[in-house]
């Protein structure tokens, strides 16, 4: 982190956590309210299509950057870096914090200027706060449904990570973790 900060002097940086979530028509059962003594009933549904979210938040300012794309592969995550580094502050230098998928640590990956990629040590998603995102969201917006068309997978994913985006505070809250600004 001090390299990071001593090639950008006078920046604000800023710490940015990214990660891609499937969401789509194979659901997941979750809990859910009912009387006591009642078995609630839940929609399933077996179908395979599916998008995804590319999401990044710094929870620090409570903003985020997203995009709902078909595939997760190197050019969604080339799409998501121009629109996370777009969201940077104008005056801030990212470090944008990521898990070692390859599309996250490729040679072919064009970083904006104002954005250095930190990976994060291998098979810890423990440390990255967005997989709560996700959970949060699968929770609240994306469970217990039935998608009929991919347009409406698109629809709702987008839909819950506005929902989201609206709700600065959720982000802070959710993703904040203070042993990153301690670096």
Not at 8 to 37: F, M, S
Not at 121 to 141: D, G, I, K, S
Not at 153 to 172: E, F, G, S, T
Request: glycine share 4%.
């Amino acid at each position: 982190m001090a390299a990071i900060m001593s090639r950008h002097p006078g920046k604000d940086i800023e710490i940015w956590w990214a990660d891609e979530a499937r969401i789509g028509q194979k659901t997941k059962l979750t809990r859910r309210w009912a009387r006591r003594g009642t078995r609630p009933r839940a929609v399933a549904d077996l179908r395979t299509r599916s998008a995804w979210i590319f999401g990044a938040i710094c929870p620090e300012k409570g903003t985020a950057a997203g995009l709902v794309l078909p595939v997760c592969n190197l050019h969604g995550m080339q799409l998501h870096l121009a629109e996370i580094s777009r969201t940077v502050a104008r005056d801030a230098h990212a470090v944008l914090v990521v898990d070692q998928a390859a599309w996250h640590t490729s040679q072919k990956l064009e970083v904006p200027g104002n954005i250095t990629i930190l990976p994060l040590p291998p098979r810890a998603p423990e440390l990255n706060p967005v997989e709560n995102l996700w959970q949060f969201m699968r929770n609240t917006w994306l469970s217990n449904r039935i998608f009929r068309t991919y347009d409406d997978i698109v629809d709702i994913a987008c839909h819950a990570w506005n929902q989201l985006v609206d709700q600065p505070w959720r982000i802070m809250s959710i993703g904040l973790r203070d042993w990153a600004h301690r670096l």
